[in-house]
Structures are given as C-alpha cells and as structure tokens.
C-alpha cells in the first residue's frame, strides 16, 4: 500500500543516498518553479534523479484530503514527480479516491428536520438540505465560517480577500462529511429559487467570478503554480476522464468518485460553478476568446467543466 509522504520522506532523508537523490529533485523543482529553463545536462540529472528513487517508498507516496499536512505532503509528491507538471501530462492523482462512509446519521437528522418548523418550503432541497447542515455543530460553524469570510467587502469593486475565502471554502468540503457537502452542492432542483441557493452555495461573487472573465490558460497556470490545485486538478482529470461508449460516460466508471473531484476543484484558482438557476451545466468563470495559437487548448480546459459526460 502506498505510504503517506510526509512519513516516505522522512524515511528517505535517514538515508544518505536517498537523501542527496531527495535534495536533486528539489533544485529541479524549484528550478520549475522560478520558471528556469534547464539545459540539457540538467534536465538529463533531474530525471535520473526520479528514476534512481525506483524503490523508494517517496515514489509511490499519496497524501489524503483530510490529513493535517496536506500542503507539505503534497509539496512533496511534487517535488519527486517534477518532471509531470504539465496539465497534458494527466499524470496520476496524488490523492487515492475514497468514497468515505460517515457515521453520521443523515436520515435521522433530516426527519428532525421535516418534523420541524424548519421545514420551510419542502419543495426546495436546498433549503432542506442547509437546514440539516445548521443541525450538525461542525458542518453550521465551518459553512458560516467561510460564508462570513467570502460575503467581507462583497458588492464593492473586488474587496473580498478571495485567497481566505477559498481556504474557508475548501476547509469545509474537507472537514464536514460528505452526506452534508454532497447533498448542500448537489441538492436537486425544480424551480429557480432552489436553483438560485444551490448557486450561490459557494458565494460565487467572491470564490467564482471576476470582474472580468480571465482567460482559461491564465486560470490554469494559477493552478499549476499551486501545489492544492495542481493535486486536485490531477484527481479530476483521471477520475473525470470522459468516454463515448461507456453507458456513464467515466472511464472509470466510478460517478462518485468523479463527483468527490469536483468538490476538491471548489477554493481552488479553479474553482468551478453552475452557470445558471434554471440547469444543472457547469463550468468554470474564464473564455478562450483571443488564446491565439493556444485555443484548442484552452478549449480543451474549459471543455473538462462545459461538455464532460463524466460530470
């Protein structure tokens, strides 16, 4: 089974020859990261470094989405593979796919619910489905945790500090259990009221849109430059990868697991959002419109979110 990195490195810097391997891979990653070009030789010393780790358990180390290190675990898993850091390269996800079973009994808390006042309009899953989160301790104080960080400053000209709010943001879809995350994002809807709550769910004036729509390659290069989002980016590609012939559309053939990598894309620079109250079509807040030489490209990006079967 794969090791956790933080622990595979920590094994490895016992070591003399893993650790001077370790402390390479390093300079090449930072090289990446200042954006150096390297010649040759080094590109040829940066690459056998990779491959000299072979047995190391540092090369098939994974981090999981809710450990407490999870920026340093992941710093770590790129820094051992640095030489897949394009998009294109769809390399494998650092984060192992759980589909996670909760002891929390969310039947029991929505029947407290529906015998209550709080029912509200039962035609608006939504509403029902935040009524339970505000019934559960963790799940009200992370969700008014991040709502009261992302509205700060909202209405005025790009005040919102956008960086706290997706920490809240993803703090939230980490720590509070899937039955809760799960039914408030994908709360299923008939009319557009139900539909405007389910899109304002991640305060998109402050986590999702702009000013004015940025390129999808600029987006992705934000992303790329961020060890969270280039994890998380991986798991969606390879857990969301579509296919023609499959009578689900995944590859993989596994929804839930495609669904838990969406989550993991919100309080990312790419984060994703329903686009309207009225459908249940995503997408991300970007265009592809002046990409140059660079548009199927950019095309491509925006496609994972628009057109993906998978999803």
């Known amino acids: 089974p794969s090791s956790d990195c933080v622990m595979a490195e920590q094994?490895?810097?016992?070591?003399?020859?893993?650790?001077?391997?370790?402390?390479?891979?390093e300079n090449c990653a930072?090289?990446?990261?200042?954006?150096?070009?390297?010649?040759?030789?080094?590109?040829?010393?940066?690459?056998?470094?990779?491959?000299?780790?072979?047995?190391?358990?540092?090369?098939?180390?994974?981090?999981?989405?809710?450990m407490k290190r999870q920026e340093h675990c992941l710093r770590i898993f790129w820094t051992v593979h640095s030489s897949m850091t394009d998009a294109e390269n769809n390399c494998e996800s650092p984060l192992p796919s759980t589909v996670?079973?909760?002891?929390?009994?969310?039947?029991?808390?929505?029947?407290?619910?529906?015998?209550?006042?709080?029912?509200?309009?039962?035609?608006?899953?939504c509403l029902r489905a935040t009524h339970v989160c505000n019934l559960s301790k963790k799940c009200f104080r992370l969700r008014t945790d991040y709502a009261s960080i992302c509205t700060k400053g909202a209405g005025?000209?790009?005040?919102?500090?956008?960086?706290?709010?997706?920490?809240?943001?993803?703090?939230?879809?980490?720590?509070?259990?899937?039955d809760f995350t799960k039914r408030i994002l994908f709360c299923p809807c008939q009319d557009e009221f139900c539909g405007e709550r389910r899109r304002k769910t991640i305060v998109p004036d402050c986590s999702f849109q702009?000013?004015?729509?940025?390129?999808?390659?600029?987006?992705?290069?934000?992303?790329?430059?961020?060890?969270?989002?280039?994890s998380r980016l991986a798991d969606f590609q390879q857990n969301c990868q579509p296919v023609?012939?499959?009578?689900?559309?995944?590859?993989?053939?596994?929804?839930?697991?495609?669904?838990?990598?969406y989550m993991g894309m919100i309080g990312t620079p790419m984060t994703p959002n329903y686009v309207s109250n009225s459908s249940v079509e995503v997408s991300l807040w970007?265009?592809?419109?002046?990409?140059?030489?660079?548009?199927?490209k950019c095309d491509q990006i925006l496609g994972m979110f628009e057109s993906n079967k998978c999803l």
């Open 286 to 296: 970007c265009t592809c419109e002046n990409s140059g030489n660079q548009k199927e």
């Open 30 to 66: 930072l090289a990446k990261t200042r954006l150096l070009s390297l010649d040759h030789d080094s590109r040829v010393r940066c690459l056998n470094a990779e491959l000299d780790l072979g047995n190391s358990s540092l090369l098939h180390c994974r981090c999981h989405r809710r």
């Open 100 to 125: 996670e079973h909760w002891k929390t009994d969310y039947n029991k808390l929505a029947a407290l619910v529906s015998g209550s006042q709080l029912a509200g309009d039962a035609t608006n899953p």
């Open 156 to 178: 005025s000209e790009d005040v919102c500090d956008r960086r706290k709010c997706h920490r809240g943001l993803r703090n939230f879809f980490e720590k509070v259990p899937e």
């Open 244 to 261: 023609d012939m499959s009578p689900d559309g995944c590859s993989l053939h596994n929804h839930a697991a495609c669904l838990q990598a």
């Open 210 to 230: 702009y000013n004015t729509k940025p390129n999808c390659l600029w987006l992705l290069d934000s992303c790329l430059e961020d060890h969270i989002c280039k």
């Open 11 to 25: 094994l490895c810097l016992s070591d003399p020859t893993c650790n001077a391997t370790y402390r390479t891979l």
